[in-house]
């Protein structure tokens, strides 16, 4: 039987462009400390060595488009 070595969320709109437009600097800094994030938890990842990796993911840009 597998055993759970990780669990991880995060955002998939992580643009510092798209949010210092939007948002200005605080914007800005805010996603841009998110990604710092998200590397670190990827950092953890990796160090578990998993033998599997599953992805849930909301693939809404390859969705069909409505009229």
């Known amino acids: 039987m597998g055993k759970l070595v990780f669990g991880g969320a995060m955002?998939?709109?992580l643009d510092p462009e798209y949010y210092q437009a939007a948002c200005g600097d605080v914007g800005r800094h805010t996603v841009t400390?998110?990604?710092d994030?998200?590397?670190k938890?990827?950092?953890r990842?990796?160090?578990k060595k998993a033998d599997a990796l599953i992805?849930?993911?909301d693939d809404h840009m390859n969705g069909p488009s409505l009229p």
């Open 45 to 47: 990842f990796v160090e």
């Open 41 to 43: 938890m990827g950092d």
């Open 37 to 39: 994030a998200i590397a």
């Open 11 to 13: 955002s998939h709109v």
């Open 55 to 57: 992805v849930v993911a």
């Open 33 to 35: 400390a998110a990604m």
